[in-house]
């Protein structure tokens, strides 16, 4: 069983949807590292659902640091974050009959039966929140060293946004926004997208683009621990992500290799690309270009549309109706997740490249 993610910086995520608490311990973080709650809270504010297209749980996510902080600084030691659970309805999930496109019927395979069906147990995503939490530590560390992280809405049921122009700017504006796209414009339809499936009880999907800028060239290694492996290994890891390209991805097969090359050019007395198809990264290590990447969100598996499932006790086929509180998309809440993720794993690359004491305090 793995729930460890990291080899200088470490977070484990440990709990369950409707158990008492989850939380992660982040492990390998440099002493001296400004610990600001407000932010940790703004962070998971970003997370939380809201209106008509969320689900109707809404935790308040009072999260609890029970070690390696010492007057608002980290410790160097293992730190630990809890945030209970507080509004959990149990009784809409049924033992024995797994819901279409969850984890219900693999968790059974792996546990034995003995797994926490309850709301997905510790496949949730509930227990991203955690993720956010220790993400939100990571993501202030790298920017003390000017490295910034921004994601958006670029896709939601077909419909899409803009692409990133001024990523300062962008990556700011992206950081205060709970719908996160760039044109405000399509915010609305993308809005009445997921109201329309949620009342015909189903749900929708989209894609992900996240920037990061600021990151030094050479961070990386090759073969298997390049940036891309790295990062997708995490992406992946978030409920619901199926699908991760950096630069222009898939689309790169269709170009000649005149047009997917970035030339290279001096300015300023500094080596940068002349466009940035491939996504900051040559060889799996970073170029000093922004590093660009996509993820494809799958449409909510927790529908109100009847469907076909199994009775596995009484091993014959059977008609799922799904009870309980769900959500009709998760794109805009998975976005800091996203952020969080991607933050953790540049402070291991960092680490890893440069020392644990980088970021610096």
Request: proline content about 4%; some cysteine; overall charge negative.
């Amino acid at each position: 069983m793995k729930n460890t993610f990291g080899q200088s910086v470490a977070v484990t995520l440990f709990g369950e949807s409707h158990g008492s608490e989850v939380g992660a311990v982040l492990d390998g973080l440099a002493p001296g590292l400004l610990i600001d709650e407000d932010f940790i809270r703004h962070q998971l504010s970003l997370r939380r659902p809201e209106g008509k297209i969320s689900t109707a749980r809404v935790e308040a996510d009072e999260f609890r640091i029970v070690s390696g902080v010492f007057e608002g600084r980290t410790t160097g030691t293992p730190l630990c974050i809890l945030i209970p659970n507080t509004n959990t309805r149990s009784k809409d999930y049924t033992k024995g009959l797994p819901r279409p496109g969850h984890a219900d019927y693999t968790a059974e395979c792996k546990y034995h039966g003995f797994q926490d069906y309850r709301g997905g147990g510790h496949f949730s995503g509930r227990i991203t929140a955690a993720l956010v939490a220790a993400g939100a530590i990571a993501i202030l560390a790298l920017r003390q060293n000017g490295i910034l992280i921004g994601t958006h809405i670029s896709r939601l049921a077909s419909i899409p946004d803009r692409g990133f122009g001024d990523y300062v700017a962008d990556i700011e504006a992206l950081g205060d926004s709970r719908f996160p796209v760039l044109d405000t414009k399509v915010e609305s339809v993308m809005k009445r997208q997921i109201e329309e499936a949620a009342s015909e009880g189903d749900s929708v999907g989209g894609v992900l683009e996240t920037a990061v800028i600021g990151l030094p060239s050479g961070v990386g290694e090759p073969w298997f621990d390049t940036v891309e492996s790295v990062l997708s290994h995490a992406l992946f890891s978030i409920p619901g992500v199926k699908g991760v390209e950096f630069g222009d991805g898939f689309a790169l097969s269709d170009m000649r290799g005149s047009k997917a090359n970035d030339g290279l050019r001096m300015e300023n007395g500094k080596v940068v690309t002349v466009t940035n198809h491939n996504g900051g990264i040559n060889g799996g290590i970073t170029n000093g270009m922004p590093v660009i990447f996509r993820c494809a969100v799958k449409p909510t598996p927790s529908i109100f549309i009847e469907q076909e499932s199994v009775d596995l006790e009484a091993k014959q086929n059977a008609t799922l109706s799904l009870q309980g509180r769900h959500d009709p998309a998760i794109v805009h809440r998975a976005r800091v997740v996203v952020d969080s993720v991607t933050a953790l794993v540049l402070c291991d690359l960092l680490a890893l490249r440069f020392g644990t004491d980088f970021p610096d305090a």
